[in-house]
């Protein structure tokens, strides 16, 4: 068995049992493989491994990478999602190619995405990315923009509002980290009142999957504990 089939087994169970210790379903967790800076040959792995999404950060690697496996055998199995900073010259290229995108956090980005989704794809799964801990990152809205945003992404046509995203602050503390996880779930719960087709919040990575998933994630987003440690090329 290769390291990255090894890694996936193991990731897979840590979601299990942090899913089972709170009494959700571990199918009620999607697993993420967070795959930026890793070779096309390593995603095979994991695609043999049977993961089947994928989440990208730099959006010419993350097309470059799409259209590799676009010529595979099992490419129509493959989901992307861009789960980077997304700058507006380059949402065109994430509107044409991926299935999701995590981090639309101003009006503008959404409007582009929506305008420049081809007539013949299905809609954008779009998450609203909330800025819950890190007053120094510049990604992410606060909470109180968050109702007057999801109203105007919910009403563009050819996106489709799944839910939120967050990454929060490094912590290494468990309660610290459920702590500003269930903030997330609240504002997650209470914007369902009012689009109860939301379905998504992703939340979680290698270091935080456990208290995301006792607070509410649906989706982790987990790179190193399957890949490995990455080479920064960039942040
Ligand atoms: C890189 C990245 C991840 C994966 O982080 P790991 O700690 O390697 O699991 C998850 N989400 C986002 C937005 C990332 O940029």
């Excluded at 503008?108 to 819950?132: F, G, T, W, Y």
């Excluded at 290494?172 to 939301?198: G, I, K, S, T, W």
């Amino acid at each position: 068995m290769s390291t990255i089939e090894q890694n996936l087994q193991h990731v897979r169970q840590q979601i299990a049992s942090a899913a089972q210790a709170c009494d959700r379903a571990p199918a009620a967790v999607t697993l993420l493989a967070v795959s930026k800076t890793k070779s096309v040959v390593q995603i095979a792995e994991a695609i043999a491994a049977g993961q089947h999404c994928f989440g990208e950060n730099y959006v010419q690697e993350g097309v470059d990478k799409i259209h590799h496996f676009a010529q595979q055998p099992k490419a129509a199995a493959i989901e992307w999602h861009f789960i980077g900073p997304l700058q507006s010259n380059k949402s065109r290229l994430v509107a044409e190619n991926f299935a999701w995108c995590h981090t639309v956090d101003r009006l503008r980005i959404a409007q582009r995405l929506s305008d420049q989704r081809p007539e013949s794809m299905p809609p954008l799964n779009v998450l609203i990315q909330v800025n819950i801990s890190d007053e120094q990152s510049k990604s992410g809205i606060c909470l109180a923009e968050l109702p007057a945003l999801a109203t105007a992404v919910a009403a563009l046509p050819k996106l489709r509002l799944r839910g939120l995203m967050a990454i929060p602050a490094p912590e290494h503390d468990y309660q610290r980290q459920l702590a500003v996880f269930q903030q997330m779930y609240q504002a997650y719960q209470a914007l369902r009142q009012q689009y109860p087709q939301l379905d998504t919040l992703s939340m979680g990575m290698s270091d935080d999957m456990s208290a995301a998933i006792a607070a509410g994630s649906t989706l982790v987003r987990i790179g190193t504990a399957i890949f490995g440690a990455r080479n920064y090329v960039g942040s």
